[in-house]
């Protein structure tokens, strides 16, 4: 009888380890705010990324295009297959538009063109999104088109989970991105009809941490995903790639890791306080963005401060005059601008004023 409850207890326990597994070939949850991996694995190796493509896609789109441009849809839509919105030759349809078909539908005809409208041709967007991958540091990355297919000769887009969490992280600092990456649903009426797309990334539609995302799939590559999740100003980014569990997976990642970490501010603007009596003793050096820092609820994490003030007592008022720069485990991770703005009389008479009234309250 003991024998006969110790091999039930064993299976049980190998049975809940499978349910906490990570299907996935390579995975990665990057921290978005300072691009700090917090788990994952693989996640440096070159895969087939399927229509994950489409987020740099769209991150060229926005970045070289006029958002507003009418777009009216060419021949070289024929040549479109797979996922499609189903957009048809002389539509008329924006830029913008075209990029809620690619990025909520996967549209691959909104894919050509938006390459054409943007580019000219394929061939010179897909050089444009090669020029970004370097600039960002997409070090296991190789674009051939911008939809994510797999080529007739074979040739195909590959990446690794760790880049495509770097361009999603690059993406999100653009609001036109973070708003079309977010929409669950999008209704836009060209001259030739009416069309309601309904965003493929079930997690949007069913979690409100959830706040953008992108699917992928090919035979080849099977199925990719990444996402973006936000909870008690902890923001993620989970990119999986070759994972039949992925929506699943990404839950429990995103669960996973707001549960073990916490935000805490180390910059405020408005709490700012650094002086310098040498080069700028008649201005006051200010920051103009709060920063916050995801860190471990263990303790372990150690944050430092270091500031790096020009030597310079020649410069026009409001001038950037040197860095703050936040470090994580002795890792940079951020990078604030300091500015120095002129201390006026009347300036100086305020703040001997609200030093008064602080005393009067002070004990």
Do not use: C
Not at 6 to 29: Q, T
Not at 92 to 115: F, H, P, V
Not at 150 to 170: F, H, P, Q, R, V
């Amino acid at each position: 009888m003991k024998k006969l409850i110790g091999v039930v207890l064993f299976i049980f326990f190998i049975n809940l380890a499978k349910v906490n597994a990570i299907s996935a070939s390579s995975y990665i949850v990057m921290d978005l705010d300072s691009g700090r991996v917090v788990s994952g694995s693989n996640y440096n190796e070159p895969k087939l990324i399927a229509s994950i493509t489409k987020i740099m896609t769209s991150y060229v789109a926005i970045k070289y295009g006029d958002l507003e441009k009418l777009v009216t849809v060419d021949e070289d839509v024929l040549k479109a297959y797979g996922s499609a919105i189903y957009i048809e030759v002389g539509e008329e349809l924006t830029l913008k538009e075209l990029l809620y078909g690619l990025m909520l539908r996967s549209g691959n005809d909104a894919a050509i063109e938006i390459a054409n409208a943007v580019a000219g041709s394929m061939e010179n967007f897909v050089y444009l999104m090669n020029e970004e991958a370097s600039r960002i540091g997409m070090k296991n990355t190789n674009f051939v088109n911008n939809h994510g297919l797999e080529e007739n000769d074979g040739s195909a887009n590959k990446s690794s989970a760790y880049d495509m969490a770097l361009i999603t992280k690059e993406a999100y600092q653009l609001a036109k991105f973070r708003e079309i990456f977010g929409t669950k649903e999008k209704t836009v009426k060209t001259n030739y009809k009416t069309y309601r797309w309904i965003s493929k990334n079930k997690l949007i539609h069913k979690y409100d941490f959830i706040t953008g995302g992108k699917t992928g799939y090919t035979e080849k590559a099977r199925r990719t995903l990444v996402t973006t999740g936000s909870k008690d100003n902890i923001n993620l980014v989970v990119v999986t790639i070759n994972d039949g569990n992925d929506f699943q997976d990404h839950i429990d990642l995103y669960n996973k890791y707001f549960n073990e970490y916490h935000s805490e501010f180390v910059l405020k603007k408005d709490e700012f306080d650094l002086t310098d009596d040498k080069y700028y003793k008649n201005y006051k050096l200010y920051i103009k963005n709060d920063y916050r820092v995801s860190l471990k609820n263990d303790n372990k994490d150690k944050v430092e401060i270091k500031y790096n003030l020009n030597k310079d007592d020649n410069f026009i008022d409001n001038a950037i005059v040197g860095t703050v720069d936040v470090y994580l485990n002795k890792e940079k991770i951020h990078e604030e601008q300091i500015y120095a703005k002129k201390i006026t009389n009347n300036s100086k008479e305020k703040v001997r004023l609200i030093d008064k009234i602080k005393g009067w309250f002070s004990w």
